[in-house]
């Protein structure tokens, strides 16, 4: 069997007298199939995983029998799902929403016990709407940080999910995947024309094999282009991006006041404290332009270990003593997806962030209009 590393969901309504229709694999090279149902909605998904090899010949031979599903959806119905896990590690899955009389026959056969599947293991399309997989490499670079490469060799970053799904049910957290594994990401399909790209839009990532430095070594050029050591002097700076739309914004946040400490290359330490002027006496102010409340996305230019958010009215700027305009309100900022979220930002008021780092903090500022 040709290897084309792919997983392939089909979410659709049985073909009525379509006939057999041969798979794309021997059953000689099937390890394993999950057989998921549900009623109504992917909360109440339950599984049964069938090893035995002549069950395994018996759901394979009914799948085939099944036919091809055809792009269509049944809302509210019973949907019943494959997940044919192949002995090469490639996965191939099919989705029925309707004709499923000899399915359920074969639910019901199967002599494995029937256990819930949580929602994240469910064969890709069963309940999301979204683009086609993208088939990726993981590559990390010296310091960590997280790329992928897709079959073009294009290189690009994404956001990902706080979970990634791999095959036999688990998940893993995106700090767990190694350079050389293998990914589907699946989302909104739009890449940001930047260099490397930015795939932002992801809903779902599933890790479909587990893989080697040996393996991402041929991509590690493409990192090695763009990598540069960090300076361990230079403080770092914010940008901030948001949604509005089908619009998405982003802008450099001004900086301010800040703490930093570091070692230089021989070996000696170094602090730098810059204290200036209160955020509303700022001079040059971001500004940000919001119809309502939007969520703003934090993006340091290296990962930060915590972030607080104070707020002021627009019009405290005009104070003339900013003792008046007082400690400032807090303002919500959370953790999302791996990334830094002040929540509800609303237009009016000058943001101040405080993000933290090992090193010291740094304060950035902004203005919404």
Request: aromatic share 8%; charged share 25%.
């Amino acid at each position: 069997m040709k290897k084309t590393g792919f997983i392939l969901a089909l979410a659709a309504v049985l073909c009525a007298g379509c006939g057999i229709q041969k798979l794309p694999f021997q059953i000689e090279d099937v390890k394993s199939i999950e057989v998921y149902r549900f009623e109504g909605v992917p909360a109440a998904a339950e599984k049964k995983v069938v090893t035995e090899e002549n069950e395994v010949e018996e759901v394979y031979r009914k799948l085939q029998a099944a036919g091809k599903p055809q792009q269509a959806r049944t809302a509210g119905g019973t949907v019943i799902s494959f997940r044919v896990k192949l002995k090469d590690g490639d996965l191939y899955e099919r989705i029925y929403t309707a004709g499923l009389e000899p399915l359920e026959d074969m639910w019901e056969e199967i002599s494995a016990a029937a256990v819930a599947a949580e929602e994240i293991e469910l064969p890709s399309d069963t309940n999301h709407s979204q683009e086609p997989a993208m088939k990726a490499m993981v590559l990390r670079d010296p310091s960590g940080d997280l790329y992928f490469v897709d079959e073009k060799g294009g290189l690009f970053t994404a956001s990902l999910p706080e979970t990634i799904a791999v095959p036999d049910g688990e998940s893993l957290s995106p700090e767990e995947l190694k350079a050389g594994d293998t990914v589907e990401l699946y989302g909104d399909g739009i890449m940001l024309e930047s260099y490397p790209g930015q795939y932002q839009g992801v809903t779902r990532a599933v890790r479909i094999r587990e893989g080697t430095e040996a393996d991402a070594e041929p991509y590690r050029h493409l990192l090695e282009e763009i990598y540069t050591e960090p300076d361990p002097s230079e403080i770092p700076s914010m940008n901030l991006e948001y949604t509005e739309g089908e619009l998405v914004t982003s802008a450099v946040l001004t900086s301010g006041n800040y703490e930093w400490t570091y070692v230089d290359e021989n070996g000696e330490g170094h602090g730098v404290v810059a204290c200036g002027a209160h955020i509303l006496e700022w001079k040059d102010l971001t500004e940000i332009r919001l119809e309502g409340p939007a969520d703003l996305k934090l993006l340091p230019s290296r990962e930060m270990e915590s972030a607080e958010v104070l707020r002021w009215p627009a019009s405290a700027r005009d104070l003339e003593d900013i003792v008046q305009a007082g400690p400032g309100a807090a303002a919500e900022v959370v953790r999302q997806e791996g990334e830094w979220v002040i929540s509800g930002a609303e237009p009016g008021y000058v943001y101040l962030v405080t993000a933290n780092w090992p090193e010291g903090y740094v304060e950035f500022g902004f203005l919404t209009e």
